[in-house]
């Protein structure tokens, strides 16, 4: 399982999403360009010290993420998606992708993903925090391939 957060616009929520990967031992992938100058000085703040812990990878465009991200399914967490993520089958080597708080993805970019899940909400709301939309859905994935396997306590 990997996490891709497309183009992310706020430093702190780059930061929460690292920490859950560390957590988690899910890679997480940062498409740039950022909303904030990226660099690890500048989510280490919000990532505390966990991102030592974290295996994060950096792309410095849509199109290099596309020719070099590891194999396995694309899923988008999309608003305009159809398919609740409750429903949807995960396999381990699943990448989630978030889009940008403020504009989610292009067009484009939606249509190259494999699958699109959304999390079901009241109507009238627009959308849920992206770390914890990601959250929410990453433990649906792990649940559902087995990821929690591993005793940590």
């Known amino acids: 399982m990997h996490l891709a957060l ?3 616009d706020l430093p702190p929520n780059v930061g929460t999403l690292i920490r859950l990967g560390a957590c988690l031992g899910v890679p997480v ?3 740039e ?3 904030f ?11 505390l010290d966990y991102a030592e ?13 596309c020719d070099t ?16 993520y409750t429903a949807f089958a995960f396999a381990p080597d699943d990448l989630l992708m978030v889009g940008r708080e403020t504009a989610g993805v292009p067009e484009d970019v939606a249509a190259s993903a494999d699958a699109r899940v959304l999390i079901p909400m009241r109507p009238g709301l627009r959308s849920i925090n992206v770390a914890i939309a990601a959250g929410m859905v990453l433990g649906e994935a ?3 391939t087995g990821g929690f396997t591993t005793p940590y306590i």
């Open 6 to 8: 497309y183009q992310p």
């Open 29 to 31: 992938h940062i498409i």
């Open 33 to 35: 360009p950022c909303g």
């Open 37 to 47: 100058p990226f660099s690890l000085q500048a989510v280490r703040r919000s990532a």
């Open 53 to 65: 812990h974290a295996d994060i990878s950096a792309y410095r465009s849509w199109e290099t993420f």
């Open 69 to 84: 991200r590891p194999r396995g399914r694309l899923v988008l967490l999309s608003t305009k998606a159809s398919m609740p």
């Open 142 to 144: 792990l649940r559902q």
